[in-house]
């Protein structure tokens, strides 16, 4: 058995899944403050009567992380920069760095040492937290490693983030951020990660603990303490992958995770879900973090509804508590979506004193609900049109890409969530596209978590000129086992370490799938010295199981 929970904005849902079919499905308030306390509530509700001891994983998408970050809950950060000959970074970044001399060059050669004097003299927090990270580090780690361990020594650091662990990425901007919000968010979301274990324990659940990922693919717990920035935007994440399981997506299409308090928009090409072309960015600043392309606005189920004084109707995107149908004091969206008939639930009663608190002099009070539905289907249109738009205008680097890189054109509108039948269709009729509300659509946050595929990556780099390979996520830097070695050579050598890494934190490598590759020659006056070979590779994200496919169905 499986056990999928979902925190919300909110409500926190959970589901039991085995072979694919769903046993039990709960959902309780989000309490905000005390997070734990809520998924402790329904994960009891949902068990009650139930053997836990049969559950073989439990899947969490939670929003510690991006509560954290919102609500400027993280730690102080002595971030250190190795930036080389170039671009002065500061000003650029989440916190004033300290920039410390030395540096590696782009084909992993030591230009200059690292000054960990200066380092250890920069290290006055004693019991601190810090994040390190060096210009090309991916290339060669060992600038960071010997700066950390001086800090290490000196200081007896609580935490220290290396951005050569965190992506195997180049681009130092988006790795260095990655780096220091790794550090910011790891000893909140260490204390969560603790108190879900002695939760677990308590209630005699000893299967192991997944995070999901902001790129849909999940991680056990004792990896996600080390890398918690990667378990920002999972309740996005886990719609989308819910809606792989529930829907099944084909063509082009948009999906909606109509929720209590925002919307999560996510588009579609060939059955699959598209990414940050490269990486997430928190609170304004690029990252290597890898997730879907998502927006997210402020319309849901529980968005207050005003009468400006230009008579516009005005749809969130604040929150003030539940619906009047449901003993609530604000008109919100639902109470709207109650009186208009496409939604049925509460008190039909207050849903139309909602109204007429909203209605213009002379209109009815479905008139009134209409409209609100009306303006909330228009937004939703706009920010989706925008979010095409914006993919169409990003810039490309290869010529498959330009020949490739076409708008999408949605024929599908697939709607999850609470809230998702009484605005999806409205949308999907604007945009002139079909509309499909799966089965359990209510609960898919909780199966796309439930169901969702563990995965890791890792990026090796081969300089056969050198005769020696780097792996910047496993910190190493290692001869090669031949000088001339052919890409499919480098190619399995990149598995051997994936599947090294996933062993190490107690994954399967199953379904290993090639990310990016490139190899170019080196030349030294008129003759080939060698080659430079990249591979990175991933256990490939996806769902356990679909609506039609696999032992049985959701």
């Known amino acids: 058995m499986l056990l999928g929970i979902d925190v ?26 005390k997070l734990l306390d809520g998924v402790l509530a329904v994960m009891d509700t949902i068990l009650r009567g139930m053997d836990a001891t049969r559950l ?6 939670t929003t510690i992380v991006t509560n954290a970050l919102v609500e400027g809950k993280t730690d102080r950060v002595n971030l250190m920069l ?44 004693i019991g601190g937290i810090y994040a390190i990270a060096g210009k090309f580090s991916v290339r060669n780690p060992a600038h960071e490693q010997q700066v950390a361990a001086s800090i290490r ?18 681009n130092f901007w988006r790795r260095t951020n990655s780096s220091y919000y790794n550090a910011a968010v790891w000893r909140r979301f260490g204390e969560f990660a603790g108190a879900v274990e002695e939760a677990l324990k ?75 072309q490269r990486g997430a960015r928190i609170a304004g600043y690029p990252t290597s973090v890898q997730a879907f392309r998502l927006k997210s ?10 009468r400006e004084a230009d008579g516009a109707i005005r749809i969130g995107p604040e929150r003030k508590g539940p619906a009047m149908a449901v003993g609530g004091d604000q008109p919100t969206l639902s109470d709207a979506m109650i009186v208009a008939g496409t939604a049925a639930f509460g008190d039909a009663r207050l849903a139309a004193e909602a109204m007429r608190q909203v209605a213009r002099p002379g209109e009815t009070e479905a008139e009134t609900a209409w409209s609100i539905l009306t303006q909330a289907a228009v937004e939703v249109c706009r920010a989706i049109r925008e979010m ?13 890409d330009v020949i490739k890189q076409n708008p999408v054109k949605p024929d599908w509108v697939i709607g999850i969530g609470g809230a998702a039948p009484g605005l999806a269709p409205l ?7 079909r509309c499909r509300i799966p089965e359990n659509a209510a609960v898919a946050n909780a199966v796309g978590a439930a169901v969702a595929k563990p995965t890791i990556e890792i990026t090796l780099r081969a300089d056969t000129s050198q005769g020696s390979y780097t792996v910047a996520e496993l910190g190493l830097a290692e001869k090669l086992p031949a000088r001339n070695m052919r890409r499919e050579e480098v190619r399995e050598l990149a598995a051997r370490c994936l599947r090294e890494r996933a062993a190490q934190i107690g994954v399967e490598a199953k379904d290993i799938a090639v990310v990016y590759e490139e190899e170019f020659n080196l030349i030294r006056g008129f003759s080939t010295t060698g080659k430079i070979i990249t591979c990175r590779l991933q256990l490939k994200p996806g769902v356990l199981y679909t609506q039609s496919h696999g032992e049985g169905c959701i």
């Open 82 to 125: 190795m930036t080389g000959p170039g671009m002065d970074y500061r000003g650029l970044l989440p916190a004033e760095p300290v920039l410390l001399s030395g540096y590696i060059d782009h084909r992993g050669r030591e230009a200059a040492p690292p000054d960990t004097k200066a380092a250890v003299a920069a290290a006055r927090d």
């Open 427 to 433: 949308v999907a009729e604007k945009l002139g596209c």
């Open 56 to 61: 073989e994983r439990v899947a969490l998408s």
């Open 202 to 276: 308590r209630r005699g659940i000893h299967a192991p603990v997944h995070i999901l990922k902001a790129d849909g693919g999940t991680m056990p717990l004792p990896a996600a303490r080390q890398l918690p920035v990667e378990a920002i935007f999972t309740g996005p994440a886990a719609s989308v992958l819910g809606i792989m399981a529930l829907a099944e997506p084909d063509g082009e299409a948009v999906s909606l995770d109509v929720g209590g308090t925002t919307t999560d928009i996510a588009l579609w090409r060939n059955g699959l879900p598209l990414f940050a």
């Open 388 to 400: 095409i738009s914006e993919q169409a205008s990003e810039p490309v680097y290869k010529v498959e």
């Open 8 to 33: 919300g904005g909110t409500f926190t849902d959970a589901v039991v899944l085995k072979n694919g079919s769903i046993l039990a499905q709960a959902k309780h308030p989000t309490t905000h403050g």
């Open 153 to 170: 020594k000196t200081a007896s650091p609580l935490h220290v983030s290396l951005s050569s662990e965190i992506s195997g990425s180049l």
């Open 297 to 306: 606005i402020g319309i849901g189920g529980d968005s207050f509804v005003a």
